[in-house]
């Protein structure tokens, strides 16, 4: 189903091959040599496509699915169509990302830099970098092996990437140091000045923002997302972060490992989270706040107190999530009993 | 009063003229043949000026006005101050676009690759096209006729576009097909990688990300606003849609016809929306939701739940506007009261 | 401890010479021929570095740092631990930022036109003017003296600087006039279309946007921000306004001077702000208000009606932040009371 236009594609591959792929079980009777040429969704699929469950909601489209083969967990089996290939997992996600890039492996682009790219003299390219048209590589940059900076992105002087790193068109990056494998999206801003001013009526004084960003391994952060650097120590954004587009991070904000961060959630300065933190779409943080490790705060939540570790909070001014669905309950039926 | 630095004129238009133009009516007894030379606000309009009245906030504004002219209702027209020019019309504000573009036609640019751009030589460009400087179009892009590419946009392989469509400044766009008069402003982040990964403590695995992002026509794409490609299936904006800046839009979400986003909003991976669905700045959907046509949703707004077709909704979590405006008296009641 | 891959370092500084840069008092008794290195957080500073305490939270970091000196209130000096020599001062941030600048002043970039840059020719560069590699100038437009205009920036036609302003790497401007000393970051959109449409069933009809966006002195205005242009008059940023990163601004709305919106806040089209305003993180405010001089608008916040001047709202609909305190207090009581 994938569009050749964008994908690359190998395949076929057979059930055995899948199994082993996706680290899942084939049930009893079932043909191992049957082949499959591409991964689909459930509406979508065909005879020869491989699909994956791993929503309840999605139940009904399970069991109407016309897919040749379907990754599930075991205790859903019986909901399957008959004819369907069931390729049983405990994690279907985790084992159809797996499948997936074995029919599309990334394609990597051929290294080089682009004749149309600026690449200062006194910058340092390791083996196998790509660079694009149009993207500019200041002083004293140092860009990690096979790293692929895409059209028109901007690396500023001194900015380094550790290997494995791929920037995306028009995204721009200063005062900070980059760990490996990590994904920069177009139009990701990175290492600007925080804000930092000493306000007054006589006029806001810039208060200079002498520190740096540091990214560690395995970050991927979206589109158009801002991360400033700091005022005068580090921003610091943990190993294995995700963060989706239009984020906006401050100066000094520091993320422990893996934590989620999902579109346009605002962290003010200074603010520190554990590990593996989460936090809903259109969440805000306050400034200078310590959120334990395993905190998740639910979407469009404002936090302006500190969260011990492990909590799940809600609501504005945000709460323990089940004290929110309490407050939220009572309101109905306040009004539903009082009419008003 | 539009700035010749900027805007193109042409002109002097009648009061005939305009009348034909906007689809009005002009009272008894005016003077058909005198001459107006632009539009103008209420506020700063002259006698050779034509302005509009369509929201009563500006009555006032529009009893003191200096306009030459004045696109307004017909049952508002006695609150004209007297010499004003009047033409009536159900729909001032549509009628003002009529006018204002006639004031002021959108100006073509000269077809043409600028030196400085880099088509791909496998990119195909129908005539008309422009081209201009730092631009870069990939290979096996296609570009519809008169189409405009906007200084330092991004076209990645691939990506079709339809004809006269307009890509601003700094955009990229990639893994989607465009359709006719699309308008995508500067900095919009089309198809990159939805935000998919099967999160777990051992790190976050990222899942393929195998669609494609699909636009109608005559679609309008805000400034800095992400639209991110499907999964599997694709990503869809109906035609007709208009989105304004910094929105977020995750991959699988389908718009129908007519859609609006203002400002801010975020939809989460998934959710499908029906046609004519407005949501109000900073409205935020969760995943894999379905919202019917006609639906409203109030600006700040969070939505965790189905909605009907034609509903009007409100607050976080989103309930019928009503109950929501209830809510809201009832928390004010209840302090008052009480005092606290 | 700023890093030297990312800034220019001066020093050494003796306490007497930082006295007199900060508008300090040094306290009887102490070295003020002591020099001085650099400037640090309190919780990194060794005995050559300069630090500062601001707000209390960070007390107990005062009486633990290592720091050579600090800037600090009179009324905290008690506090500090033996040794730190201390620099006595009202306003400690704002010395802080003049001491930060001393070690580390602004590096000028030298100027010229870089040969991957495209400047129309009928664009005026005054002397002293910078211009990147990518960055595109249009015709007509006009930079003021000592302008510095980042990697792959985008101007557009008629576009109009003053004197001594920087503009970030992908940025793009049209459609506007600006003051001195301004700061565009990385990303900013000024100038676009608004969100300009006549609505309806029929299709929604664009409206003509014929106006510019005016920037006043020493504006500045964050990374990936969105400033639309007037629809028939302008958009209006007062002078020494402070912008953050991610904010809409939409068409015709007016700022006074000096108003601070902190990052991912939206204002829509035709709201008029007098002077000093503040707006937290997040925080929306509808078209067509009128806010006051002084007004503080909590983070988050959505703002549905005119405020008068020197007010300060919370909550969503906004109300008077006192009045929010209540419904948050009350609300919380309501569930503890009766369970649910």
């Given at each position: 189903?994938?569009?050749?236009?964008?994908?690359?594609a190998r395949g076929p591959l057979t059930l055995a091959e899948l199994a082993e792929i996706a680290g899942a079980a084939i049930t009893d009777g079932a043909d191992s040599a049957r082949r499959f040429s591409d991964v689909a969704p459930l509406e979508d699929a065909g005879p020869n496509d491989v699909s994956f469950l791993d929503n309840r909601r999605y139940l009904d489209a399970f069991a109407a699915s016309r897919a040749g083969a379907c990754l599930v967990r075991p205790e859903l089996a019986e909901r399957a169509p008959t004819g369907m290939?069931?390729?049983l997992t405990e994690t279907p996600?985790?084992?159809y990302a797996h499948v997936a890039r074995a029919f599309h492996p990334d394609v990597h682009p051929r290294p080089g830099v682009h004749v149309a790219a600026?690449?200062?003299p006194a910058a340092r390219l390791a083996p196998g970098v790509t660079v694009a048209a149009g993207a500019m590589i200041g002083p004293r940059a140092e860009i990690g092996q096979h790293c692929n900076i895409g059209p028109n992105a901007v690396l500023g002087p001194g900015v380094v990437l550790g290997p494995d790193c791929t920037i995306g068109a028009n995204a721009s990056l200063s005062h900070c140091i980059v760990g490996a494998r990590v994904v920069v999206y177009p139009g990701v801003r990175i290492g600007q000045d925080g804000f930092g001013f000493a306000m007054g009526q006589e006029g806001h004084l810039k208060v200079p923002q002498l520190g740096r960003v540091i990214i560690g391994d395995d970050?991927?952060?979206g589109a158009n997302t801002c991360i400033d650097r700091g005022s005068a120590g580090d921003t610091v954004i943990g190993p294995g972060c995700i963060i989706d587009n239009l984020v906006q991070i401050g100066h000094n904000v520091r993320l422990g490992r893996g934590c989620v961060l999902v579109a346009q959630v605002g962290i003010s300065g200074s603010t520190q989270l554990g590990d593996f933190v989460v936090i809903?779409?259109?969440g805000g943080l306050a400034g200078h706040l310590k959120v334990g490790s395993g905190v998740q705060i639910a979407a469009q939540s404002g936090v302006h107190r500190d969260i011990p570790a492990g909590q799940s909070m809600g609501g504005t001014p945000a709460v323990p999530i089940e004290e929110w669905r309490r407050q939220v309950a009572r309101l109905r039926l306040l009004v539903k009993r009082r009419g008003d």
């Open positions: 189903m994938a569009d050749p236009r964008f994908y690359a290939a069931l390729l996600y985790r084992a600026v690449v200062d970050v991927e952060i809903g779409g259109q």
